[in-house]
């Protein structure tokens, strides 16, 4: 059964830096586009970045510069790098597949907080 689960949030002061991990069971992860979202209070989930199966990636621009996507086919495990953080980050951050048609059920996500 394809499963997600998210962890590597917490607590930190702007400008910090924090990893995410996002591990994935089942054998739909080494063919999708797998994103990273996230979902503030009171907002829309929203995609961060993108990853192709080959490694091409793309981002929001709010995060162009600042994020970095990855990704390991073999161990079925994906990676979003976040420097520089900013208070606007503070989200819930999920991972999934980006096609709409292949979404799975999303994970509990994993809290990220910027703040002094």
């Known amino acids: 059964q394809a499963q997600l689960v998210e962890s590597g949030g917490g607590l930190v002061q702007p400008g910090g830096s924090l990893r995410l991990s996002c591990a994935a069971s089942g054998n739909f992860f080494p063919i999708n586009t797998m994103g990273w979202y996230r979902q503030a209070p009171g907002k829309q989930r929203e995609l961060v970045a993108a990853?192709?199966?080959?490694?091409?990636?793309n981002y929001a621009d709010f995060v162009k510069g600042r994020f970095t996507i990855s990704r390991d086919n073999a161990e079925n495990t994906m990676y979003l790098q976040m420097n520089s953080l900013k208070p606007e980050d503070t989200a819930v951050y999920y991972c999934n597949v980006v096609t709409p048609s292949r979404l799975l059920d999303w994970g509990q996500g994993t809290q990220v907080t910027v703040s002094s």
């Open positions: 990853i192709t199966s080959g490694g091409g990636t």
